[in-house]
């Protein structure tokens, strides 16, 4: 099953433009995780953001979290041709932390 | 240490053949996790070790699966008589300590069941 759902599911913009993903969950969390993935290659690990931090930075990343909204964002700023790739999130699993739920993800795609 | 590593990165079976796959984690993390994932979809939990012992398999995982993690180093995942329903990137992940860290993934392997 899947705990988040990624809106929107895809996303095309220009080189320099931002990006925004969002994130939203169905149950309470320790943190949320974003992971990239480039097409046909595994995940990789973006940011981390704790149940207790509102926001966080990382280059040219973005993370927020609502706990209240139970949503979060991924803000990519000037955006590179390179950053195309599909973007997850992920939540520790309620019933097992030790496990990560991951969303439907966001496809971004980057023109030159 | 060059990561997690998996291998084959890609595998074409027939259906009902029995495949295995290997994953490598970082060595000195404890917990080893595999997921799949379909084309369009975020990867869904199969099962995780930590150490040697598998704590928790997914309802995903029918019989036809079998994972095991031999002194807590390496790992396998065998999928008995396979079926076109089991094609899929099945990917690999490793973590110091579960997660409350980052996972590493590895590459994946590609199945194909024809």
């Known amino acids: 099953s899947q705990q988040g759902e990624e809106d929107p599911q895809a996303l095309s913009i220009q080189e320099g433009e931002n990006a925004t993903m969002n994130c939203s969950y169905k149950?309470?969390?320790?943190?949320l995780q974003w992971y990239r993935q480039n097409s046909g290659r595994g995940l990789v690990h973006l940011i981390l953001?704790?149940?207790?931090?509102r926001e966080k930075h990382s280059g040219r990343l973005r993370v927020t979290l609502d706990t209240s909204k139970k949503s979060s964002s991924l803000l990519i700023t000037a955006s590179r041709a390179a950053d195309t790739a599909s973007y997850f999130c992920?939540?520790?699993?309620?019933?097992?932390?030790?496990?990560?739920?991951f969303g439907t993800g966001t496809r971004l795609q980057v023109f030159p | 240490d060059t990561g997690v590593s998996q291998d084959p990165r890609h595998k074409i079976t027939k259906r009902g053949q029995n495949v295995t796959f290997r994953c490598d984690p970082i060595?000195?993390?404890?917990?080893l996790y595999w997921y799949r994932q379909t084309l369009g979809q975020g990867p869904e939990f199969l099962t995780y070790?930590?150490?040697?012992?598998?704590?928790?398999k997914s309802r995903l995982l029918s019989d036809r699966f079998s994972a095991e993690r031999p002194k807590g180093s390496f790992s396998t995942l065998e999928i008995q008589r396979t079926e076109q329903g089991d094609s899929a990137m099945y990917l690999c992940?490793?973590?110091?300590?579960?997660?409350?860290?980052?996972?590493?993934f590895g590459s994946g392997t590609r199945l194909t069941v024809v």
């Open positions: 992920a939540t520790d699993d309620p019933y097992n932390t030790d496990k990560l739920i």
């Open positions: 992940a490793s973590s110091l300590s579960g997660s409350q860290d980052g996972y590493t």
């Open positions: 070790f930590q150490n040697e012992a598998q704590l928790e």
């Open positions: 953001i704790r149940s207790n931090e």
């Open positions: 060595s000195e993390h404890n917990r």
């Open positions: 149950t309470s969390i320790n943190n």
